[in-house]
């Protein structure tokens, strides 16, 4: 003990562990210091610790333990590959005195976290048993803080996966069941979310601890994963309305002090709206709101929850944001607020879209009436929708093209060509009149079909217009789907959702589609050809007006969460054979 040491100093120097810091080691010579070490090597190998008893008794309490805790730190500090020569019955029999250490400051955290690495590394299944057998003694006991930082190293899948059975075993502490899900969530173990959904599958428990226990798990899902779990999460709110209550006011608050990344950030907008609606019924707007003084009571914390998520909307800059505002205009059209922030939703969409033109571009624009200027998925969906109607024209004009897509029978009666011919022969009208209009901005157009497959199964034709960078490499790319089919076709009523805005342009870079509908009903058509009477059937005693408007309404209906789609009713009616 140094010379007019306190009895304070004696005691920091008790529960200090980094005996370096201690005035003892500062005073100290090298060799002095070189003999410290290797007394602290000797103590691990010759000291006897009660394995059972470290970890039945909640941790080191023995000052022996402790001592043999203080060696080991020191020795991995100053003499690393020392300690890493430590034969393995000597590392084994330590790991319960370094696994249930008492918990200090961050630095006392980081060093025994180094010490953990340090022993899975060279005893992994003794270390995973040990932590086990330690968070079975602190949910036995009353300190329910989990030493997460001591897998912070040296994390991998059979920890994971113990880690996983704890969560999973019912008689876990809810403090400690809490903690160690939330960090399942944060190192993206699969098997928690599936966990999870398991819990909040409905009806849930009407037991008081496994009710409590599925709300930890509803949160935990909500705050961590990765998507916010509103798969799961957005049914539950509608099929367990009590339930859900408790579970939002239980978040509210941690929203408000705003927990990064907060849940709703992770949320798509349809899904924003979503949760608004279902906020506006459950949890009402009133004028009683602003009355609370309390910055956190629960119909402040609700209230702020409910009227950010317009904000949050306005701010998105993104036309699916300015969809759903103008969806909760027409769903909560009392509430006159959702209103004042749709102006700014698109003043906000269009300053994160709009880009400068090259005043050539301009110019080139006024100059040739052909041009077009295509900077945007819309335009260029436009762009496609006005050259199919030049080609409609050529179908029947003075030397009418409509010969291409019939086949004439005999007894003068004709029969559609197959589904396919019509969309090879919007490819090559497309190919030859878009590359020809000057499709401005410094873009260049290119027409391909859609993957290949089965017959007759794949008829989408891809229209990109792509910016050229330098030594001719593309530099940005615009694009549309067209997808093709011929109004016999079964599904022609039900593809533009299930195939177009489900399949191609789902999970998709592209986001712009256009269906396109070959309308062959006429009397030219031979009555006994199935196809005829298939379409017939499908659409009964309807106009080709009426049609149109069937497919555009569809189409409008199907345009949100950013998908445009847009539909095109081609006129393929043939007329009848002379004589």
Same mark, same amino acid.
């Given at each position: ?21 201690? =005035?003892g ?12 070490v ?13 394995? %059972? ?6 941790g ?7 001592a ?12 690393p590959?020392?300690f890493r ?10 790991? #319960? ?5 008492? !918990?200090g ?12 690495s ?5 005893? $992994? ?10 968070i ?9 803080? !989990?030493?997460?930082? !001591? ?17 999973r075993?019912p ?29 909040l599958?409905?009806?849930? =428990? ?14 935990s ?7 916010a ?5 957005? $049914? ?24 990064? #990344? ?30 609370? @003084? ?34 909760l &205009?027409r @769903? /909560? ?30 110019r080139?624009l ?31 004009d003075?030397?009418? &093209? ?13 029969? #559609?060509?197959?589904?396919?011919? /019509?969309?090879?022969?919007?490819? !090559? ?21 859609? =993957?290949? %497959? ?17 030594? &001719?490499? $593309? ?37 712009? %589609? ?11 058509w031979?009555? @006994? ?15 080709l ?25 081609l ?9």
């Amino acid at each position: 003990m140094t010379v007019g040491a306190t009895d304070g100093d004696r005691a920091d120097v008790f529960w200090q562990t980094d005996l370096t810091a201690t =005035p003892g080691w500062r005073d100290a010579n090298a060799n002095t210091c070189s003999r410290i070490v290797d007394c602290a090597f000797q103590n691990l190998k010759d000291r006897h610790v009660m394995v %059972g008893q470290v970890i039945s008794e909640g941790g080191v309490h023995r000052d022996i333990d402790r001592a043999g805790y203080k060696a080991s730190r020191l020795l991995l500090q100053q003499e690393p590959n020392r300690f890493r020569s430590l034969d393995l019955t000597v590392v084994r029999k330590w790991i #319960p005195v370094i696994v249930s250490h008492l !918990l200090g400051s961050p630095s006392e955290q980081q060093a025994q976290a180094r010490l953990a690495s340090e022993v899975y590394l060279a005893a $992994p299944d003794d270390f995973v048993v040990r932590l086990s057998e330690w968070i079975d003694e602190l949910s036995r006991g009353e300190f329910f803080v !989990l030493p997460i930082f !001591l897998w912070s190293e040296c994390w991998d899948n059979p920890l994971a996966s113990m880690l996983t059975d704890k969560v999973r075993d019912p008689s876990l502490k809810l403090p400690l069941f809490s903690a160690l899900l939330n960090e399942l969530f944060e190192r993206s173990v699969i098997e928690a979310r599936a966990f999870t959904a398991s819990l909040l599958d409905v009806p849930l =428990p009407t037991n008081e601890i496994l009710r409590e226990r599925t709300r930890i798990a509803a949160v935990s899902l909500l705050m961590k994963d990765a998507d916010a779990g509103w798969d799961i999460i957005g $049914p539950l709110l509608v099929a367990e309305v009590e339930f859900s209550r408790n579970f939002v006011l239980s978040i509210a608050a941690r929203v408000w002090t705003a927990e990064t #990344p907060a849940f709703p950030d992770r949320l798509s907008e349809s899904q924003l709206a979503e949760f608004f609606l279902w906020l506006s019924q459950h949890f009402p707007a009133s004028h009683e709101d602003d009355r609370f @003084e309390e910055k956190h009571s629960s119909r402040r914390d609700i209230a702020h929850l409910r009227e950010s998520r317009l904000q949050q909307l306005a701010e998105r800059g993104t036309v699916a944001a300015v969809d759903a505002l103008n969806l909760l &205009a027409r @769903e /909560l059209p009392h509430q006159v607020e959702i209103g004042s922030y749709r102006p700014r939703a698109e003043r906000v969409m269009l300053e994160k879209t709009w880009t400068a033109h090259d005043p050539g571009h301009l110019r080139k624009l006024i100059l040739d009436r052909k041009a077009r200027l295509v900077d945007s998925g819309e335009q260029l969906l436009d762009m496609i929708i006005e050259s199919l109607g030049r080609y409609e024209a050529r179908l029947h004009d003075e030397t009418p &093209a409509i010969f291409m897509l019939w086949g004439r029978q005999a007894g003068g009666h004709y029969r #559609p060509k197959e589904e396919d011919r /019509l969309s090879d022969a919007l490819k !090559l009208h497309l190919e030859a009149d878009l590359k020809g209009r000057g499709i401005i901005a410094n873009r260049e157009v290119e027409i391909h079909m859609g =993957p290949g %497959g089965k017959s007759g199964e794949y008829t989408d034709i891809h229209v990109d217009a792509i910016v050229g960078g330098p030594h &001719a490499r $593309p530099m940005g790319r615009i694009s549309v789907i067209v997808e093709v089919k011929g109004c016999w076709n079964r599904g022609v009523r039900q593809s533009m959702e299930t195939q177009l805005r489900n399949r191609y342009l789902k999970d998709n870079s592209c986001c712009h %589609g256009l269906y396109v509908v070959g309308w062959y009903l006429c009397d030219a058509w031979d009555e @006994e050809h199935g196809p005829k009477i298939e379409t017939q059937r499908g659409f009964t005693d309807m106009t080709l007006d009426q049609v149109r408007e069937l497919f555009d309404l569809q189409a409008k209906d199907l345009s949100k969460d950013g998908v445009t789609i847009k539909a095109l009713v081609l006129d393929i009616r043939q007329q009848k054979a002379r004589g």
